[in-house]
């Protein structure tokens, strides 16, 4: 597992990437290009700690991914004077047929597009970095890593939802899990941390940002996740709801909500967004604080579900040694992490330090008391470098 890997994350209108040391275990640069289909598309463009803007004009994502080409040339590293191991591609769904990353041919394409009614909003963007990369480099091993791999290790009892076998069958209707890469790396971590064998730790990673989801890892295996068929099950996320009654469609279509503003409202209006008009947790946190009667009901709502996965996830794995925090709010708010663990001391023997709390702010930190039996941690998640790192590895054909 060595060598450079451009990480390649393509959304609807937006295209990340990271040109990854897989050796360094560090970036060589980054950036984004946003807006694309927009008449002004904008990028920016991050090396060794400067980032250069830049505006233009990009159609699709073939005008993107060549905007990305021409910003490494003239920032720097021109990838045209590098020997690239493998472009890594973040894949939202893999549905039942991907439990690992896996090297990019026509049939792997062909079956990423008949994954697309699973993920009508991502994979098509998927494809669309797929395809231009595959067109731009011909010669460098294509890799797929998926969201939803490190989750098909889901008991059946887990995954199944309990709906009539047509739906189940033919409609693939059943529990996928996002933020697989995330879940697999900090439950890793975690793992390393306490000096237990991987096969030996079990752990909650709860993967807290603009999407959250919760996960219980038994031996380094995921055994249950919150989110399901899409992304929007579980936990109270920054435009989605998380959990909802499944009447809710038929209740709005009987006063004449159309599926589309449905499908619209629950992606991008819900979760925090709809309780207090914003997806920032940062200024959620700043109105609870100064008082804001509505941020404290929508910051209850969050913790109050948080600690709801917390307690079924330490029954779902028997015996729990880690809870960890990722991602932006987990990394970064004391608050929820205080919230969403008070008085679990009795019941669960997880107990937080608060000085250690309110201290860990950023990189990798305990933040339980010495008396817990649990280990509370905050770990920074790096999904682009285990992207890499896969598809480093693949490429190698390991
Ligand atoms: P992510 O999707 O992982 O980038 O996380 C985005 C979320 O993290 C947003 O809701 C941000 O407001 C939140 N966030 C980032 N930094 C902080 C911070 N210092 N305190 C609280 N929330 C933060």
């Given at each position: 597992?060595s060598?450079l890997?451009l990480v390649?994350?393509?959304g609807s209108?937006s295209?990340k990437?990271?040109?990854i040391?897989?050796?360094?275990?560090?970036?060589?640069?980054?950036g984004?290009?946003?807006?694309?289909?927009e008449p002004?598309?904008?990028?920016?463009?991050?090396?060794?700690?400067v980032?250069?803007?830049i505006?233009?004009?990009?159609?699709?994502?073939?005008?993107?991914f060549?905007?990305?080409?021409?910003?490494?040339?003239?920032?720097?590293p021109d990838?045209?004077?590098?020997d690239?191991?493998?472009?890594?591609?973040?894949v939202?769904?893999?549905?039942?047929?991907f439990?690992?990353?896996?090297?990019?041919?026509?049939?792997?394409?062909?079956?990423?597009e008949r994954?697309v009614?699973?993920a009508?909003?991502h994979?098509p963007a998927?494809?669309?970095?797929?395809?231009?990369?595959?067109a731009h480099?011909?010669?460098v091993?294509q890799?797929?890593?998926?969201?939803?791999a490190?989750?098909?290790?889901?008991?059946?009892?887990?995954?199944?939802?309990?709906?009539?076998r047509?739906?189940?069958?033919?409609?693939r209707v059943?529990?996928?899990?996002f933020?697989?890469?995330?879940h697999a790396?900090?439950?890793?971590?975690?793992?390393e941390?306490?000096?237990?064998p991987?096969p030996e730790a079990n752990v909650?990673?709860?993967?807290?940002?603009?999407g959250?989801?919760a996960t219980?890892?038994a031996g380094g295996?995921?055994?249950d996740t919150?989110?399901?068929?899409s992304?929007l099950e579980?936990?109270?996320?920054g435009?989605?709801?998380?959990?909802?009654?499944p009447s809710?469609p038929a209740?709005?279509?009987?006063?004449?909500v159309?599926?589309?503003?449905y499908?619209?409202a629950?992606?991008?209006?819900?979760?925090?967004?709809?309780?207090?008009?914003t997806?920032?947790?940062?200024e959620?946190e700043?109105?609870?604080?100064?008082?804001?009667?509505?941020?404290?009901?929508a910051?209850?709502v969050?913790?109050?579900?948080?600690r709801k996965y917390?307690?079924a996830y330490?029954?779902?794995?028997?015996r729990?040694?880690?809870?960890?925090f990722t991602?932006?709010?987990?990394?970064?708010?004391?608050?929820?992490r205080a919230?969403?663990l008070?008085?679990?001391?009795?019941?669960f023997?997880?107990?937080?330090?608060p000085?250690?709390?309110e201290?860990a702010m950023?990189g990798?930190h305990?933040?339980s008391t010495a008396a817990?039996?649990?280990?509370?941690l905050v770990?920074p998640?790096a999904?682009?470098?285990e992207?890499?790192?896969?598809a480093?590895a693949?490429a190698?054909g390991?």
């Amino acid at each position: 597992m060595s060598g450079l890997v451009l990480v390649v994350n393509a959304g609807s209108s937006s295209l990340k990437y990271d040109l990854i040391d897989v050796d360094a275990g560090a970036s060589r640069a980054s950036g984004v290009v946003e807006r694309i289909g927009e008449p002004s598309s904008r990028a920016k463009h991050s090396v060794d700690g400067v980032d250069h803007r830049i505006e233009g004009t990009c159609a699709d994502h073939g005008a993107a991914f060549e905007l990305l080409i021409d910003a490494f040339r003239e920032h720097g590293p021109d990838l045209a004077g590098l020997d690239l191991t493998a472009v890594g591609h973040r894949v939202v769904h893999g549905g039942a047929d991907f439990s690992a990353p896996t090297r990019i041919d026509d049939q792997v394409e062909a079956t990423i597009e008949r994954l697309v009614p699973l993920a009508p909003l991502h994979n098509p963007a998927n494809l669309e970095g797929i395809r231009v990369a595959r067109a731009h480099f011909p010669d460098v091993p294509q890799v797929a890593v998926f969201d939803t791999a490190f989750h098909q290790t889901l008991p059946p009892h887990a995954y199944t939802y309990a709906v009539n076998r047509t739906w189940r069958d033919e409609h693939r209707v059943r529990r996928y899990g996002f933020h697989g890469t995330s879940h697999a790396y900090v439950s890793r971590r975690a793992a390393e941390l306490l000096g237990l064998p991987v096969p030996e730790a079990n752990v909650i990673v709860l993967h807290l940002g603009n999407g959250a989801s919760a996960t219980a890892v038994a031996g380094g295996r995921s055994v249950d996740t919150s989110m399901g068929l899409s992304p929007l099950e579980g936990l109270v996320m920054g435009t989605r709801p998380g959990d909802l009654d499944p009447s809710l469609p038929a209740h709005l279509s009987r006063a004449g909500v159309s599926l589309e503003d449905y499908d619209r409202a629950l992606n991008k209006e819900s979760g925090l967004k709809g309780l207090i008009g914003t997806n920032d947790f940062r200024e959620l946190e700043e109105r609870v604080t100064s008082g804001d009667v509505e941020a404290g009901l929508a910051f209850d709502v969050v913790a109050h579900r948080l600690r709801k996965y917390i307690g079924a996830y330490a029954a779902v794995l028997g015996r729990v040694d880690a809870v960890a925090f990722t991602a932006g709010i987990g990394e970064h708010s004391p608050m929820l992490r205080a919230a969403a663990l008070d008085g679990l001391a009795d019941l669960f023997g997880i107990e937080v330090d608060p000085a250690a709390n309110e201290a860990a702010m950023s990189g990798e930190h305990r933040i339980s008391t010495a008396a817990s039996r649990v280990a509370v941690l905050v770990i920074p998640t790096a999904e682009e470098l285990e992207i890499a790192r896969e598809a480093a590895a693949v490429a190698a054909g390991a």
